[in-house]
Nanobody
Framework: QVRLVESGGGLVQTGGSLRLACVASGRTSSSYAMGWFRQAPGKEREFVAAISWSGSVIYYNGSVKGRFTISRDNAKNTVYLQLNSLKPEDTAVYYC???????????????WGQGTQVTVSS
């Protein structure tokens, strides 16, 4: 079981930026894909981005493509999500997840972190 801890959330104005981080621990000896989801109040959790172990395969939700960037540092067991040009509709709790394959991660499978709150003020 991979244990995940997110950080980096906060309050930011429209147009601002944040960088989220998710550190994996536990059974990290084997390769795993990682991803980000978000859940706004009253809405279902939605996929944001996912990245393969090597970083060669990356998926984005169309609503964030061009504004958000996912990356990872395997030496630090960490995945990042750079959030730029933030909008009030990006306000949500952001969760990271990890699983063996990027397709499974983007479908919502695997281990989950506890989430970090991102609030964008207008």
């Amino acid at each position: 079981q991979v244990r995940l801890v997110e950080s980096g959330g906060g309050l930011v104005q429209t147009g601002g930026s944040l960088r989220l981080a998710c550190v994996a621990s536990g059974r990290t000896s084997s390769s795993y894909a990682m991803g980000w989801f978000r859940q706004a109040p009253g809405k279902e959790r939605e996929f944001v981005a996912a990245i393969s172990w090597s970083g060669s395969v990356i998926y984005y939700n169309g609503s964030v493509k061009g504004r958000f960037t996912i990356s990872r540092d395997n030496a630090k067991n960490t995945v990042y999500l750079q959030l730029n040009s933030l909008k009030p509709e990006d306000t949500a709790v952001y969760y990271c997840n990890a699983d063996s394959r990027v397709e499974r991660v983007s479908s919502g499978f695997g281990s989950w972190g506890q989430g970090t709150q991102v609030t964008v003020s207008s």
